[in-house]
């Protein structure tokens, strides 16, 4: 079998090493609470940024050769399971997720589309059986070819539609055929750009119904795992539906499709949306939506979704303090929706960039625990609501108390501003740097 890497499989040289090529942090099979550190953090290669992506901008053309040495359109297909299963192996990388049209490009009809996406797909089993490497989550590209120019389940055309349906179906039987956990719907170009021209009424209902279509089928052909939508806010229109995990929730809720739903979480988007990552997961955790995560980070001086390798340890910590209150990942895991940078051209750059966000996960996994263990922060927490645990707001929650016993305790009581302890904010930003930096 062909090498299309001079690198080897990267060791865990634990946090004294330097060598480049190595974990520092990532230790796959250390075990933790009874399972290895591979299975907490269910890292994913996206075939995306990782096979395909090859540094173009909007200024510019790639600095990244990822032909993997092959002009035919099939050819390359298939050079590219051989590259990122190379990959995934010198990785310690167990899943990975793609768009249909990552596996294998759009060819002159549907039907021939279909027909060599199947070939990839088959051959993808294949390789899956022989290193028990597995498919994360699926998705459609439905957004970049021109007739998805004004989105594809809320486009204005019914045609439109009906193609990305069709799409739809084929990514969710190559899912279900490779054992993929999960569906994914970004809202690519789910949104709008103007109201005089947007019966957004109209587009949501259709944006539900296709995903109503999706479930129907996808369960009619053996998928048991989560449907997500991954929230972003903006680009590429200007207003995505999707907004937020929020805005996200009252739509699923609208269209009944909460059951099926979770959602897939992304660091980028969430800032784009003027929300931490944090706060993203915790909106999901607390809602019962929590399902899989986009791992990387944007740049606080950039207003766009950069898309870079996770490697601020703040943010995997909280991140992983809000996946293990979820109870870990079942069906999810980390994605690392993620590229390196366009000056980062080489191929030892691919390794590079996934060694650090993969330490940097594994660094925020064993911090968030610490943080945990330490209790400080939760009891904390705990501390500042004991007032619902006893007496008037006790009787609240119960349903006990309504607005007019509430009025005669409040005349009863007085003045209640002395009920009020710190927030301690400073304190425990402390306590997470004691936490993190005695690791
Ligand atoms: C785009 C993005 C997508 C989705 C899958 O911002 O995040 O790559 O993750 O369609
Ligand atoms: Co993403």
Redesign the pocket.
């Known amino acids: 079998m062909k090498e299309y890497f001079s690198i080897g499989k990267i060791p865990f040289e634990g946090k004294d090493s330097t060598n480049q090529f190595a974990f520092k942090y990532y230790n796959p099979d250390e075990i933790i609470d009874g399972k290895p550190m591979r299975e907490h953090l269910k890292f994913a290669l996206s075939w995306?940024h990782t096979m395909g992506g090859d540094g173009t901008d909007m200024f510019g053309c790639g600095t990244t050769d990822k032909t993997w040495a092959e002009s035919d359109p099939e050819k390359r297909a298939i050079a590219k399971v051989d590259a990122a299963f190379e990959l995934m192996d010198k990785l310690s990388i167990d899943y990975y997720c793609f768009?249909d049209r990552d596996l294998s490009p759009e060819y002159s009809s549907l039907a021939e589309s279909n027909e060599k996406l199947e070939k990839v797909v088959a051959y993808l089993e294949q390789k899956q059986k022989e290193t028990g490497k597995k498919l994360l989550w699926g998705?459609a590209k439905c957004f970049d070819h021109p007739r998805y120019m004004h989105g594809a389940g809320t486009s204005p055309s019914a045609d439109v539609f009906a193609y990305a349906a069709a799409q739809i179906k084929k990514a969710l039987e190559a899912t279900v055929r490779l054992g993929g956990t999960g569906y994914?719907f970004?809202g690519?170009r789910e949104g709008y750009e103007t109201l005089l021209n947007t019966d957004m009424g109209l587009e949501l209902d259709n944006m539900a119904r296709l995903m109503k279509m999706a479930v129907e089928y996808g369960r009619s052909i053996g998928f048991t795992g989560d449907f997500y939508i991954?929230p972003?806010p903006k680009?590429p229109t200007k207003h995505q539906y999707d907004f937020d995990t929020a805005t996200v929730l009252g739509f699923l809720r609208k269209y009944g499709l909460d059951k099926d739903f979770k959602m897939n979480i992304?660091a980028n988007?969430a800032t784009l949306a003027q929300h931490t990552f944090q706060h993203e997961l915790n909106v999901a955790r607390t809602n019962g939506v929590f399902g899989s995560i986009?791992a990387n980070q944007g740049d606080v001086l950039l207003g766009w979704?950069t898309d870079q390798f996770p490697t601020n340890v703040y943010e995997t910590t909280m991140c992983m303090f809000e996946v293990i209150k979820a109870g870990g990942f079942t069906n999810g895991g980390l994605n690392f929706?993620a590229k390196a940078r366009r000056g980062s051209f080489t191929m030892e750059d691919i390794f590079l960039s996934y060694i650090a966000g993969m330490d940097a996960f594994a660094l925020g996994f064993k911090a968030a625990r610490k943080l945990i263990a330490d209790g400080r922060i939760d009891s904390f927490i705990a501390d500042r609501y004991a007032s619902w645990k006893t007496g008037i707001g006790a009787d609240i929650i119960s349903g006990k108390a309504d607005l007019a016993a509430l009025e005669a305790y409040a005349l009863s009581k007085g003045e209640v501003v002395d009920s009020l302890t710190s927030g301690r904010q400073e304190m425990l930003e402390s306590i997470v740097n004691n936490v993190l930096f005695s690791l």
Request: glycine share 8%; charged share 50%.
């Open positions: 995306w768009h998705t994914v970004w690519g991954e972003k680009e992304e988007h986009d979704d929706d």
